[in-house]
């Protein structure tokens, strides 16, 4: 989410469109912009990168897929050769649904939310600090803090592992995305029940808005000055970014000029979204000005002057760790400081996407090739994946048609045997490591789970796909490295003991295998028998008491109804409980926070449902004692089964645990 927590996008018409740059302060030039288009595509095989070709690309492109999805608005920059080439506005930043008039999309003007995009203003922030010796990417970041950090291994914290996403702590939902008003305490956001560390530092990459977080207070902390202030002055008006802003809510200069958010085009518009810990993704800008952070990212002159020298922007823009913690999961998609790997076509491509609520963003620079693209959509859209399916369609047909493949030798492979092997290994059932471990919000591993197996001998088919919604067929291409068949995503694996620990898909993100106890086959047969169970239990209660009142029946004998009581106490606890967690877990799904005072009363009913496991074993046993026939011994039996198993689940999925910060 921001960056990849939901994916979602919107609607209508072509905007006037403006190539040049402007709203920069005085004394702040924009790049000039492309004019004549250049004699050949890059490698000989494509367009020429031109204005004029990027804008007829990018008309047959947008207004018909944002009608198409849903999607309200859209906007877009491009730049190559230290130049703008283009800014584009596609569809509506007011749609007008609140009885106002509507607004075309303007990319100079409109601004539009980054969400994860923001991490690489604060990555660069990081960096400059780096450069003038303030920070070093390799100390633990303790020295830094006025405060301890959630840590279980000895390994120290690292800036390093903060900009990779590997320092180890678990995902944390509450807080992430607001409406309320009043100001944003980034240090309270992060001492305010911060996130277990549930990894080795360096060894797994595991996305975490947490850690960027930490990376920026680390830089309020050390240069004396308030984040979205730091920012704002060293790097947004420093690369020529007047319109942009990482404050919440924005500026008064530039209220009126942000784009509203929808969920679709034919929605009305929601709230300006407040992002709790702002590091991670508060940053507001319009297309025009994210031109310009591209062409700082590029080394290019723009602004006051250079974000970073030049060996620190290439220390910034090269893999960050290797081998000696991530074993051979350096072999696949790595992360920068910063950026993840996106490359394409043999062409090295660093990136970032962003979602927040509304919006949804994604930037590429291609650092050798001295070009990058930026996508901006204000709607989730008609579709789950919409969003994400527009953005991926953007980005990766720039790429195909500006930067296609370049002749190459292809991978060597390996051998038939040891692939076979290393596919067996692989087969079994994966949850993301971007989760949470520590309380009952375990209970989301149990969706969105990926299954490998094997295919076609040394091929594996993953379902879903990584980073998909259908399945995907690799192969191996070298040991331990693995590329989709038809496609061009790699994946890398890393092994100990004939036993698969990580699958690495992404430069954040890594599969990492189910244990058997919390097993899809295992823990839902068990939920949903027991539930079963429960329900037609209670069902039998009110049905049982009228057949015997019909039929004339002597009610039931009074030995053992202190166990039955407490029998049925229980049913009723568990059946409340689970009922609970399913509406606690659609409020924080949805971003909506739930007392804790809700939870801890759930967590009580859960409790006596468990505790109903001692009364429902007496009450077996004492219908066996007593011979009270089968049908009332098996009754028993199976409610004893069903609050065990129930009991069994909320162990296994922390439903139970201590903690219950989300």
């Not at 005085?26 to 250049?38: E, I, L, N, R």
């Not at 901006?376 to 720039?398: C, T």
């Not at 930067?403 to 079994?428: E, I, M, W, Y």
Request: charged fraction near 20%; include cysteine.
């Amino acid at each position: 989410m921001i960056a990849r927590l939901g994916a979602m996008l919107a609607a209508t018409a072509l905007v006037a469109v403006t190539t040049a740059g402007c709203g920069a302060s005085p004394g702040s030039p924009a790049p000039p912009v492309d004019t004549p288009a250049a004699p050949a595509g890059p490698g000989g095989t494509g367009p020429a990168l031109t204005g004029t070709d990027a804008n007829a690309w990018l008309d047959g492109l947008l207004p018909a897929a944002l009608d198409r999805t849903g999607i309200a608005g859209a906007t877009v920059a491009v730049v190559d050769d230290g130049r703008i080439i283009t800014t584009r506005g596609y569809g509506h930043a007011d749609t007008g649904n609140g009885g106002t008039g509507t607004v075309p999309v303007d990319p100079d003007r409109h601004l539009f939310r980054m969400g994860s995009v923001s991490k690489l203003a604060t990555a660069t922030a990081v960096l400059q600090l780096v450069q003038s010796g303030r920070l070093d990417l390799d100390a633990d970041v303790e020295t830094y803090l006025d405060f301890d950090l959630p840590r279980h291994y000895e390994r120290a914290v690292t800036l390093r592992h903060l900009l990779t996403h590997t320092a180890g702590f678990e995902e944390r939902i509450a807080g992430l995305i607001g409406t309320a008003g009043g100001d944003v305490d980034l240090r309270k956001a992060l001492v305010t029940d911060p996130p277990e560390q549930i990894y080795e530092p360096g060894t797994v990459p595991a996305y975490s808005n947490y850690g960027n977080s930490l990376a920026g207070y680390i830089v309020q902390r050390v240069s004396g000055t308030r984040f979205e202030e730091y920012v704002q002055r060293n790097i947004l008006d420093r690369a020529g970014m007047p319109s942009s802003s990482f404050e919440q809510p924005l500026p008064a200069a530039l209220r009126d000029r942000m784009s509203k958010g929808y969920d679709t085009s034919a929605a009305p518009a929601g709230p300006f979204e407040i992002v709790g810990t702002p590091p991670a993704g508060a940053l507001s800008a319009p297309a025009t000005d994210m031109a310009r952070f591209m062409l700082a990212q590029l080394g290019e002159p723009v602004g006051f002057g250079p974000l970073l020298d030049k060996p620190t922007r290439e220390l910034m823009q090269r893999p960050a760790l290797d081998a000696t913690s991530l074993g051979t999961l350096a072999d696949g998609p790595r992360m920068t400081l910063g950026f993840f790997d996106e490359s394409r076509n043999g062409h090295r491509i660093l990136g970032h996407g962003g979602d927040t609520t509304y919006f949804h963003t994604h930037l590429q620079i291609y650092p050798e090739d001295r070009a990058g693209i930026f996508v901006s959509l204000n709607s989730n859209g008609s579709g789950a994946l919409a969003s994400h399916d527009l953005r991926q369609s953007v980005v990766n047909g720039f790429a195909d048609r500006y930067f296609p493949a370049r002749d190459g030798q292809p991978n060597a492979g390996v051998d038939s045997a040891t692939a076979a092997k290393h596919a067996a290994l692989a087969a079994g059932t994966y949850e993301s490591s971007r989760a949470i471990r520590s309380n009952f919000l375990t209970t989301i591993g149990l969706v969105g789970r990926t299954t490998v197996s094997v295919a076609d001998g040394g091929r594996l088919l993953f379902e879903p796909g990584p980073l998909s919604d259908s399945p995907a067929l690799y192969e191996e291409v070298a040991p331990w490295v693995w590329r989709e068949v038809g496609g061009q995503r790699t994946l890398a694996m890393r092994a100990t003991d004939d036993r698969v620990e990580a699958i690495g898909f992404d430069s954040a993100f890594a599969l990492l295998p189910v244990e058997p106890a919390r097993g899809s086959a295992l823990a839902l047969p068990v939920l949903v028998g027991s539930t079963v169970v429960l329900l037609l239990t209670v069902l039998s209660w009110p049905i049982g008491a009228y057949v015997r009142r019909r039929l004339g029946r002597t009610p039931r004998e009074r030995a053992g109804r202190t166990a039955r009581i407490l029998s049925r106490v229980a049913v009723a606890g568990t059946l409340l409980a689970f009922a609970g967690w399913v509406l606690a877990l659609s409020s924080i799904m949805s971003l909506r926070d739930v007392p804790g005072g809700v939870l801890r009363i759930v967590q009580v009913l859960q409790l006596v449902g468990l505790l109903g496991v001692l009364p429902a074993a007496v009450r077996l046993v004492d219908d066996v004692r007593r011979h009270v026939g089968w049908r009332r011994i098996a009754g028993s039996a199976l409610l004893l089964l069903a609050l065990a198993g129930a009991g069994w689940f909320a162990v296994e999925f922390r439903l139970l645990a201590p903690s219950i910060s989300y």
